[in-house]
C-alpha cells in the first residue's frame, strides 16, 4: 500500500510540474506578443502616477490619464496618428479594469460597483504642443477631433461648437508659425491650430487635473522661439520637448528663431525646477523630446556638454574664425562617441553650424573708431 501511495504523489506532482510549466511558458509567450491593439514599434512607460510616456511615434508623448480623462503632450507624427489614439484608448481600458467606479448608496458597500458596470472613460481633453515641428504636432487634426473639449454657462450657449474636440494649448509662437505659410508652408488646417495659446512667461491651467496641477513654462529663443516644458506638479514630471534630448546634440532651428545660448538656459530652468532625491539621482523625472527617461543628473550632464561647446565655438567665433575653419578644429570632438553623426536628420556639422551662427559668427565686424590723438 506504501508503494502505491508513492506511486500516486509522483503521478500528481508530475502533473502538477507539467501544468505549472505549460502555464509559466504561456504567459511567458504572452509577454513576448505585441499588446493588442497596441501597433509595433510603440510602448507605454509608465512614468509616475497618472503619467506615461508613449514611444514610438515620432516625438516621445508624455500622457496624463485618469479619471478626469486624457492630457496629452505633444501628438507625434500624422502617419502615426491613428496608432497613438488606439494606444491611449488601451491604456483607457485598462484604467477601468484596475480601478472601480465610486459606488452609489451604500458607498462602497454598493451591488452595482459589485456586479463591475464602469462608467466610460472620459475623452482626450488637452494636448500640450512643446513647439511646432511636424514630430511634435503632426496628429494635432486627428486627436483633437477625437476628443473633447468640456464648457458650460455661457461658453456652451454662444460657441455651438466650442465642446467639439480636444483644446489644443501652446505659447503664441507656435500658432503664428502654423498660420503664417512662411517660405511658401502651408498653413495648418484649423483644426490642427492650437485653440488657447499664452504670450506671459508661465501659464497654468485653471484647475487639477487627474490630481494635479499642470503648468506650462515658455523658454525663449532655444530650440525655438515657441518651446512650452510641461510640469507636472504633483508626479514631479517634466515633459522638455526637444529642449532636451538623449539621442542627440541639442537641435537648434535657428529659422525658427533657436539659439544654443537658449538652450543652455532652459537646461538650466528644468534643474532650477528639478528636485533630487539622493545626491543628484531619482526625484524629479524629466521626459525628453527623444531617447530615454531622465532625472536631473542625465539634464546636469548634457548641460554641461551643450555650455562647454557653446563656450569653445565662441571663443572661436571672438577670433573671427571662418564656419569652415571651427568645423575643421572639431570642438564637439570629445562627446561625438555619444552625440554625434554623420548623416540623419540632424547630424553634428549641422549643430555646429547652428551653434556658430546664433553665436554671431560669419557676421562682419564693426568698424572701429579712430584711433588718432586729439590736439
Not at 494606444?87 to 451604500?106: S, T, Y
Not at 477625437?146 to 460657441?159: L, W, Y
Not at 546634440?249 to 532650477?272: A, E, H, W
Request: charged share 20%.
Amino acid at each position: 500500500m506504501s508503494r502505491c501511495f508513492w506511486l500516486l504523489v509522483t503521478v500528481a506532482a508530475a502533473f502538477f510540474i507539467t501544468a505549472s510549466s505549460a502555464r509559466i511558458a504561456a504567459q511567458q509567450g504572452a509577454r513576448q506578443q505585441p499588446a493588442p491593439g497596441l501597433a509595433e514599434g510603440l510602448q507605454f512607460l509608465p512614468v509616475r502616477g497618472n503619467i506615461y510616456v508613449l514611444q514610438g511615434a515620432g516625438a516621445n508623448i508624455t500622457v496624463s490619464i485618469g479619471r478626469d480623462g486624457v492630457l496629452m503632450v505633444d501628438s507625434g507624427l500624422a502617419s502615426m496618428g491613428d496608432q497613438v489614439l488606439a494606444a491611449i484608448r488601451r491604456l483607457q481600458a485598462q484604467l477601468d479594469l484596475r480601478e472601480k467606479p465610486v459606488g452609489f448608496g451604500a458607498e462602497t458597500r454598493s451591488t452595482v460597483a459589485d456586479r463591475h458596470i464602469e462608467s466610460p472613460a472620459k475623452p482626450i481633453r488637452y494636448i500640450i504642443n512643446t513647439h511646432v515641428h511636424p514630430d511634435h504636432v503632426g496628429a494635432n487634426e486627428l486627436l483633437r477631433r477625437s476628443g473633447a473639449t468640456f464648457t458650460g454657462g455661457n461658453v456652451a450657449g454662444n460657441i455651438a461648437d466650442a465642446s467639439e474636440g480636444a483644446a489644443i494649448l501652446a505659447h503664441e509662437a507656435v500658432l503664428q508659425r502654423m498660420t503664417s505659410g512662411a517660405e511658401g508652408a502651408t498653413p495648418a488646417p484649423a483644426d490642427a491650430q492650437p485653440t488657447d495659446t499664452y504670450y506671459t512667461d508661465t501659464m497654468k491651467l485653471s484647475h487639477f487635473f487627474n490630481g494635479e496641477g499642470v503648468q506650462l513654462i515658455h523658454q525663449p529663443s532655444a530650440h525655438t522661439d515657441g518651446d512650452t516644458l510641461v510640469w507636472f506638479r504633483g508626479s514631479d514630471v517634466i515633459a522638455a520637448g526637444d529642449l532636451y534630448s538623449t539621442t542627440t546634440y541639442p537641435i537648434v532651428d535657428t529659422k525658427l528663431g533657436g539659439s544654443i545660448n537658449g538652450v543652455v538656459n532652459g537646461l538650466n530652468r528644468i534643474l532650477r525646477l528639478s528636485i533630487a532625491e539622493f545626491r543628484t539621482e531619482g526625484g524629479t523625472l524629466v521626459v525628453p523630446g527623444h531617447g530615454r527617461l531622465s532625472d536631473s543628473a542625465d539634464v546636469a550632464y548634457y548641460r554641461d556638454m551643450v555650455t562647454i561647446i557653446r563656450d569653445r565655438v565662441q571663443t572661436m567665433v571672438a577670433k573671427g574664425m571662418t564656419l569652415e575653419q571651427v568645423k575643421a578644429a572639431k570642438p564637439t570632438l570629445d562627446y561625438d562617441p555619444r552625440y554625434g553623426a554623420t548623416s540623419g536628420p540632424w547630424t553634428t556639422d549641422q549643430f555646429v553650424e547652428a551653434a556658430y551662427v546664433s553665436l554671431g559668427g560669419g557676421k562682419a565686424a564693426a568698424p572701429r573708431a579712430s584711433q588718432g590723438r586729439s590736439k
